[in-house]
Structures are given as structure tokens and as C-alpha cells.
């Protein structure tokens, strides 16, 4: 609960199958990393065809991860600040996703140790970024990652782009999987 409000998350996994998509709620309370999500993912189609795991946070964030096979995870996320805020948009917001090197943070000599560290900087509200949980770093608002990951089941990066209040059934709707996906909501 959230100032008096329940944050409401849904997340559903869909499988393509010989016979169309395969709907399945998903719990992602075990779940830590991007790792462990692609392994959820790859558990739900043993035929290793393309699982999609959509993800949506009402009105806030929603995101969506393509699983083919072994292949590395592809990702997008349609607010990445809204989504850092989240426990389950963490998990999707890799270093990789936000374009950062994984090891800067290891790095003592490259720490700017300017005496804001123990506070809040006003620069991460001036340039319209929120900071990431426990980083400090700046997180874009707005869209992250692959834009093109559903070009090829219908879904353009426009439209793909242009979704935001109930994306997750839109998406459905454009594969040809709502009926599938209503199944789990």
C-alpha cells in the first residue's frame, strides 16, 4: 500500500505455440533479476518459441520482455523513471537497458564524492530524471529499450509507443491474444 492507495500490478506471461498464444498469470514475488525472469519465461514454453512477459503498473509504467529461446532477453519499458519507483520495473532496468557500464559502480576513483551523496541533489529534478533507488543515478523519463521488440507479431514501434493507459491488453489485442490473456487478468 502506497499513501492509502494499493499500487495494482498485473503480470501475465504469453506463449507462442503451434496453436496461437498460451496465457499465464505470474507471480513475481521470487523473482529478483532479469535472469531469473528470462528462466520464468523460458520455463512457460519447453518448446523454446517466443514467450512475452508484459508487465503493467496502473496509469504509470508498463514494459515488456521477449524471451526467444536461449536468446539474450530483449526489453522495453515505456517510462523508465516511473517504472524505478517500482520493485518489478528494477528488475527490468539493467545497466545495459540504460545504457551505463555495470562497473562504474565498482569503481572508488570514479565516484564524484561532492558532499550531496548523504542527500537528495536538486540536479536530478532540474533535468527531468528521477534517481534510481539506491544509486543516484538519473533515469530517463519516458520510453527505454527495444522499440521494435513486437515489430514482427504486429506491433510497430509507433503504435507500440503511442500505448499507455491498459497497454497490456492493447498489445494483447494486436497479437491476436486478448481472449487468451482475459483467461489469467
Partial sequence: MTSGRVTVYFAALLARTEDGWEASDTELDDVETLSDL?????????????????????????????VDGEDDPRIYV??????????????????????????????????????????????????????VAGTGEAVPHGPVGDAQILDDLGVSEKELRSL??????EIAEALGASETLETVR
Wanted: glycine share 8%; proline share 3%.
Fill in 78 to 131: 515505456s517510462d523508465a523513471a516511473a517504472a524505478a519507483r517500482s520493485s518489478y520495473g528494477e528488475i527490468l532496468l539493467t545497466d545495459e537497458l540504460l545504457g551505463r557500464d555495470p562497473d562504474d559502480g565498482d569503481d572508488l576513483d570514479a565516484l564524484d564524492l561532492d558532499g550531496t551523496e548523504d542527500g537528495d541533489s536538486d540536479d536530478d529534478e532540474a533535468d527531468g530524471a528521477d534517481p
Fill in 164 to 169: 499507455a493507459t491498459d497497454a497490456v491488453t
Fill in 38 to 66: 528470462a528462466d520464468l519465461a523460458r520455463e512457460a514454453s519447453p518448446d523454446e518459441d517466443t514467450v512475452l512477459v508484459l508487465i503493467e503498473q496502473e496509469d504509470a509504467w508498463f514494459g515488456v520482455v521477449r
